[in-house]
C-alpha cells in the first residue's frame, strides 16, 4: 500500500499536466458521473470537501490573498453546488459563468496549478480514492480555458 501511495504520489504531477493541458476523458454518462456523486460522498461529502478546500485555499502562502475579500460561506455554496452538479448530482449550480466570474482577477497559470494541488490535498485529507480525484479533475480541467486571463 505504501508503495502504491508513492507511485500516486509521482503520477499526480503527470496527470495534472494532462487534464490541465485540456487532454481530459470524453465527457461521461450520466451512470458514470451519477457514480462519481455517490464516490464524493453526495450532498455531505461534497459539502465537507468544500468547506475544507475553501479553509485551505483561504490560508494558501501562494493564492490566498486572492480570497481575501471573498465570502467564504458563499463561495463554498458556489463550489459545493457545482461540483455536485458536475457529478451528477442533484444540485444546480446558479452563479456566473467561470468567464465572467474570473474575467478581472488576472488568474496566471501558476495561481491555477496551485488551487488545483489545494484541491488534492484536500481531497486526500477526506481519503477520496486517486481514481476518483482524477475523475473530478478531469471535469473541472476543461474551466482553466475561461479561469486563466493572463
Known amino acids: 500500500m505504501v508503495w502504491n501511495r508513492h507511485l500516486q504520489a509521482a503520477l499526480r504531477p503527470m496527470v495534472c499536466a494532462f487534464l490541465l493541458l485540456g487532454g481530459a476523458a470524453p465527457a461521461q454518462t450520466a451512470a458514470t458521473a451519477d457514480t462519481l456523486y455517490h464516490a464524493l460522498g453526495e450532498v455531505p461529502g461534497i459539502t465537507a470537501l468544500m468547506n475544507d478546500f475553501v479553509e485551505r485555499l483561504r490560508v494558501d502562502p501562494r493564492i490566498g490573498k486572492m480570497f481575501a475579500e ?63 480525484q482524477n475523475r473530478l479533475l478531469a471535469l473541472l480541467a476543461p474551466m482553466h480555458r475561461d479561469i486563466i486571463t493572463r
Open 70 to 132: 471573498t465570502k467564504p460561506a458563499n463561495l463554498k455554496e458556489q463550489l459545493r453546488d457545482q461540483v455536485c452538479q458536475l457529478s451528477g448530482g442533484p444540485c444546480r449550480y446558479e452563479g456566473d459563468t467561470m468567464k465572467a466570474a474570473h474575467a478581472e482577477l488576472g488568474i496566471r497559470k501558476a495561481d491555477f496549478n496551485a488551487l488545483v494541488e489545494v484541491l488534492q490535498v484536500a481531497m486526500d485529507a477526506r481519503q477520496i480514492p486517486f481514481r476518483d
